[in-house]
DNA sequence: TCAATACGTTTTCTCGAGATTTTTTCTTTG
DNA sequence: CAAAGAAAAAATCTCGAGAAAACGTATTGA
């Protein structure tokens, strides 16, 4: 087995935090694997399997699953150990919700109190985006993941002016959250729709400082995942409510990892 | 020191779970003695004479601890350890700022999907209050204490109609933040101010579906909090950023912030 | 055939000890 | 007198093992 290089295997370069402990490792690659769908939604976490997946001790792998619920990812009931937090449509509505008004007000205050600078980096993100854009190619993986990247840094430099810490707290959170329905969204339903013409229009309209205009584009922008959501067969966003481990009887336990 | 009614000692009947692990009543614990300041904002928490004093295992400290960073109320660097999360008047109105806008999304929402039993809810629970508020006595513990919670409830009452779990979800954060100011309001400036007028009218509008009067005078009344915290002097809500130890002599602060 | 009960296995929760890292203090030097 | 460096001390982080609880299964009775 590995013994040494071990430590610094975390090859998500990860927002603000670099990974110093085993715990926030771990934390991080079960965030990872929770949002790409690895951990599918309801999914029983057996601490006495992951530590051994995650090569690292089961304390550790505790503390990381409780640092998750900080996100939502993971809720934990008593003494009945931990699960992956369940989907479900009318919980992405609320999220959908909630994250309009709660990115409508960052946009607001980021328009508000942009600089220069923030404008300067918002035409940046968003050359960077469209060029991406324009040689995106969903059957390709890393095509995709690049687009993905920069599409997320645009969003982020968009609210990067604003001052309020809790705003910002509560985008990320409920942007962690709806990443998880959007990757089902793209497996299932990989028909992109014109979201150049949406970005370009958000953009003008931030640069502009045209705040009434630019949140009208971005609720909209948010609300179309949730279409697209919702045009899904309701088998994938809702499947049948496992409660536990192995389904009873001979359902293929098809936890892959 | 207590030696075995340790495991259900937690007497602030909390929301909803029972605190069935000695993780969970660690964490309610801590939380407690946060919030009502005798664990000091800044202040190092050391998992070696803490888990003495509230005898528990280091690990169940530990993760006591993560799981308070759920509520913001700790924050963990590194490897460097736990700390209770500092004040700031910056902080707080931030927080206030962001309280008034879920507040009254989660008001607004009350209202419009409150039914006849909420109405009836929303005028016992003021019933109450008002009870509470004619022999309300600030010198003494227990009449302030009961004017709390009926406080606590009948806010709790108004936003129950509202649907969505995240709005929710983020105004009892914002709530258990703006705890902590407020206690250090009381503390040492308990110049009440007519409360009565305001949650009376904030009574009327919610019964009478006026969602933008309610609204407003729910923000007022939240925003009062901040100016009573303003008033203050600003020793109280910035002490001197001690780190920790016992520091004699020579304070040579050295510190960037 | 169905329901209720008791047992065995699995999983979770908790505690103490060892390795790394950070902080403090003391000594030495310009 | 101030500053840099090294050693000591404290605290943190991590791992493995033991007790308590829950889940699943098998048995028994109507």
Known sequence: MSETALRKE??????????KTLVEAAYHRLRRDIIEGHLKPGEKLRVEHLKDQYDVGAGTLREALQLLMTDALVVAQGQRGFNVAPISLSDFEDITRTRVLIECEALRQSIQRG?????????????????????????????????EGRNKTFHEVLISACPSRWIR????????????????????????????????????????????????????????????????????????????????????NGDAQ
């Open 10 to 19: 975390t090859a998500d370069g990860s927002a603000v935090a670099e990974p």
């Open 169 to 252: 707290h509560f985008q990320l959170l409920l942007y962690r959250q709806s990443e998880r329905y959007r990757r089902l969204s793209m497996n299932n339903n990989p028909i992109p729709r014109d979201v150049h013409a949406e970005h370009l229009k958000l953009c003008e309209a931030s640069v502009a400082r045209d705040a009434d205009r630019a949140c009208a584009v971005l609720t909209e922008h948010i609300i179309r995942t949730l279409d697209a959501i919702r045009s899904l067969p309701p088998s994938v966003i809702e499947p049948p409510a496992k409660v536990a481990s192995v389904g009873r009887g001979k359902a293929r």
């Open 115 to 147: 600089t220069d600078e923030w404008e300067g980096a918002v035409m940046a993100a968003f050359h960077r985006l469209s060029r991406a854009e324009e040689r995106l190619d969903w059957e390709v993986e890393s095509s995709r993941e690049d687009w």
